[in-house]
Nanobody
């Protein structure tokens, strides 16, 4: 199985930046892709950004041009650089590993991002 630990959340003013980290451990060889998702109170969880094993990336329209997903294979870590943050980016952010052997994949515990206006 795979364990995911997120870090880097916090409180920031609108227009500021944060970098989230998702550190993977365990059977990381079976991971096909890792995505960052977020969930605001009263809203459904949504995919924010995703990076595949070939480093192909895709983003939600709402974050294109502001967020960048990247990875460091040596550290088994995926990052989400978030710039020009807006109050509507406030949410709990979760990373999710798509695993070839476990259809539901694996989730981290989440990290809170709060953007003040």
């Amino acid at each position: 199985q795979v364990q995911l630990v997120e870090s880097g959340g916090g409180l920031v003013q609108a227009g500021g930046s944060l970098r989230l980290s998702c550190a993977a451990s365990g059977n990381t060889f079976s991971i096909n892709a890792i995505g960052w998702h977020r969930q605001a109170p009263g809203k459904q969880r949504e995919l924010v950004a995703r990076i595949s094993g070939r480093a192909d990336t895709n983003y939600a329209d709402s974050v294109k041009g502001r967020f960048t997903i990247s990875r460091d294979n040596a550290k088994n870590t995926v990052y989400l650089q978030m710039n020009s943050l807006k109050p509507e980016d406030t949410a709990a952010y979760y990373c999710h590993a798509e695993d070839r052997y476990f259809p539901n994949g694996f989730w981290g515990q989440g990290t809170q991002v709060t953007v003040s206006s």
